[in-house]
């Protein structure tokens, strides 16, 4: 999949060249019951996602780029319309499926975005090529 696929994501990323050669590798896994017992009467499904690849951010110290790997791993059961409340649903986080479906790539990208630290920054000062320092004035009185 590429970045470019990804509106609300190519906001976060430094300049479009890189957004037009980043790739992400998205593996997506459904399966029929997601950790059932065997007394369930209702098996729950789950689809498991997992991204990985390299983004390119834009460094909040230095504002130069900065690499960042992903790495989302997350399994979501699915609560599928037209079937009651499970009861094992409350032992996993849950995804409501629509009677139009599931959007797998808004899926991917909010758990892409949500995984981006807050403040991208380089691990280490010395990584950055320059320090942006705010000047602030104080007025003569």
Same mark, same amino acid.
């Given at each position: 999949?590429? !970045?470019?696929?990804?509106?609300?994501?190519?906001? =976060?990323?430094? @300049?479009?060249?890189?957004?037009?050669?980043?790739?992400?590798?998205?593996?997506?896994?459904?399966?029929?019951?997601?950790?059932?017992?065997?007394? /369930?009467? #209702?098996?729950?499904?789950?689809? /498991?996602?997992?991204?990985? +690849?390299?983004?390119?951010?834009?460094?909040?110290?230095?504002?130069?780029?900065? %690499?960042?790997?992903? #790495?989302?791993? *997350?399994?979501? +059961?699915?609560? =599928?319309?037209?079937?009651?409340?499970?009861?094992? !649903? #409350?032992?996993?986080?849950?995804?409501?499926?629509?009677?139009? +479906?599931?959007?797998?790539?808004?899926? *991917?990208? @909010?758990?892409?975005?949500?995984?981006?630290? =807050?403040?991208?920054? %380089?691990? #280490?000062?010395?990584?950055?090529?320059? =320090? *942006?320092? /705010? !000047?602030?004035?104080?007025?003569?009185?």
């Amino acid at each position: 999949m590429s !970045a470019i696929e990804l509106s609300r994501l190519r906001g =976060l990323l430094v @300049d479009e060249d890189t957004i037009a050669n980043t790739e992400l590798t998205v593996r997506l896994r459904f399966e029929p019951g997601l950790g059932a017992s065997p007394t /369930a009467t #209702d098996v729950l499904p789950s689809v /498991a996602i997992t991204v990985e +690849g390299e983004l390119v951010l834009e460094c909040q110290r230095c504002l130069d780029a900065m %690499h960042w790997q992903s #790495d989302v791993n *997350v399994v979501y +059961g699915l609560q =599928l319309p037209g079937y009651g409340k499970n009861s094992e !649903a #409350d032992l996993f986080e849950t995804l409501e499926v629509g009677f139009d +479906g599931l959007a797998l790539t808004e899926l *991917v990208e @909010d758990e892409l975005i949500s995984s981006i630290p =807050l403040v991208p920054k %380089h691990s #280490d000062e010395s990584l950055c090529s320059r =320090l *942006v320092v /705010a !000047a602030i004035e104080t007025p003569v009185v």
